[in-house]
């Protein structure tokens, strides 16, 4: 069992920064891709970002590109995901995920990802 446990999560205002970290514990004798997804209300949940295993690879939503970024201390078991230039659309629970596969995934996909954390507040006022 991996437990994740979000944080930084809050209120800020539009054209604002901030960082969500998400600190793995329990299995974490190998590294995982690790991604982000939100749902704001009355919504599916959605991709945002994501980190292959090894940190060679990132992906970003199109809606987000350019304004997030995705990465990773694997000496803290803990992933990032600094958000800057926010918008009031960005408003959402977000909530991270590990995929425990190394091969054959597709990060956008939350079928891909084997574990889910409770997942944090942000909301992004006008």
């Known amino acids: 069992q991996v437990q994740l446990v979000e944080s930084g999560g809050g209120l800020v205002q539009a054209g604002g920064s901030l960082r969500l970290s998400c600190a793995a514990s329990?299995?974490?004798?190998?590294?995982?891709?690790m991604g982000w997804f939100r749902q704001a209300p009355g919504q599916e949940r959605e991709f945002v970002a994501a980190i292959s295993w090894n940190g060679g690879s990132t992906f970003y939503a199109d809606s987000v590109k350019g304004r997030f970024t995705i990465s990773r201390d694997n000496a803290k078991n803990t992933a990032y995901l600094q958000m800057n230039s926010l918008k009031p659309e960005d408003t959402a629970v977000y909530v991270c995920?590990?995929?425990?596969?190394?091969?054959?995934?597709?990060?956008?996909?939350?079928?891909?990802?084997?574990?889910w954390g409770q997942g944090t507040q942000v909301t992004v006022s006008s």
């Open positions: 995920a590990v995929a425990i596969r190394k091969t054959y995934l597709d990060y956008r996909r939350l079928t891909s990802y084997d574990y």
């Open positions: 329990g299995r974490t004798f190998s590294s995982y891709g």
